[in-house]
């Protein structure tokens, strides 16, 4: 165009043209038949990964049949999220040497998903994302079969409902407009 082009002219540019994502409508058929439920008072612990850690948390979670327990594995560490009401419990179980960081006052939101989504790619970080552009940490994850679990903050849970009913409510128009 024959004009000098300055390196903040470029930036401003470059910050206009925002890349608009649209998800396949098999994403959004996923996503629009996806339920989310809600878990609250909820505490977790880090602890070294050992076999007698490993050991503690399979008897632990033998011992409380009816709360909610999950097991993360990491390669050097082992995370237990339970309900706070047996926390303490399960804390008196465990070296105090060997717990790395612990939590309470956090909320699980189950998100249960069609088969399909097990095999589709950019689901899962759809509701990722959604929750991250609002500035809301994601405590823990995990992943089982077709249901996604997020662990956050109590104080955001209901937040995080909401935002992710949108995306749902939105999945759903995006298809009824197809």
Same mark, same amino acid.
Request: hydrophobic share 40%.
């Given at each position: /165009?024959? @004009?000098? $082009?300055?390196?903040?002219? /470029? #930036?401003?540019? $470059? ?19 996806? #339920?989310?439920?809600? @878990? ?17 948390? !399979? ?8 709360? *909610? *327990? ?14 706070? !009401?047996? *926390? ?14 612990? +939590? ?18 950019? %689901?899962?970080? /759809? ?5 991250? !552009?609002?500035?809301?940490? #994601?405590?823990?994850?995990?992943? %089982?079969?077709?249901?996604? $679990? #997020?662990?956050?903050? /109590? ?17 759903? +128009? ?5």
């Amino acid at each position: /165009m024959g @004009r000098k $082009v300055t390196l903040e002219g /470029m #930036i401003t540019s $470059v910050k206009r043209a925002k890349a608009k994502f649209k998800p396949s409508k098999e994403n959004l058929k996923i996503i629009s038949e996806s #339920i989310i439920t809600i @878990r609250t008072n909820l505490a977790k612990i880090s602890l070294e990964k050992t076999r007698k850690n490993l050991e503690r948390a !399979r008897l632990i979670s033998a011992e409380f049949p009816e709360a *909610f *327990f999950q097991v993360l594995e990491g390669a050097i560490t082992l995370t237990i999220i339970t309900d706070q !009401r047996i *926390f303490n419990d399960i804390r008196l179980k465990l070296e105090a040497s060997e717990i790395l960081d612990e +939590k309470s006052n956090l909320a699980a939101i189950i998100i249960q998903s069609p088969r399909e989504i097990v095999d589709t790619p950019g %689901c899962i970080a /759809m509701f990722y994302n959604a929750i991250s !552009r609002r500035q809301i940490n #994601i405590e823990e994850t995990i992943s %089982c079969y077709t249901e996604t $679990v #997020i662990v956050l903050k /109590m104080e955001d849970s209901t937040r995080v409902y909401s935002i992710l009913a949108d995306l749902i409510s939105n999945a759903r +128009k995006g298809l009824s407009m197809e």
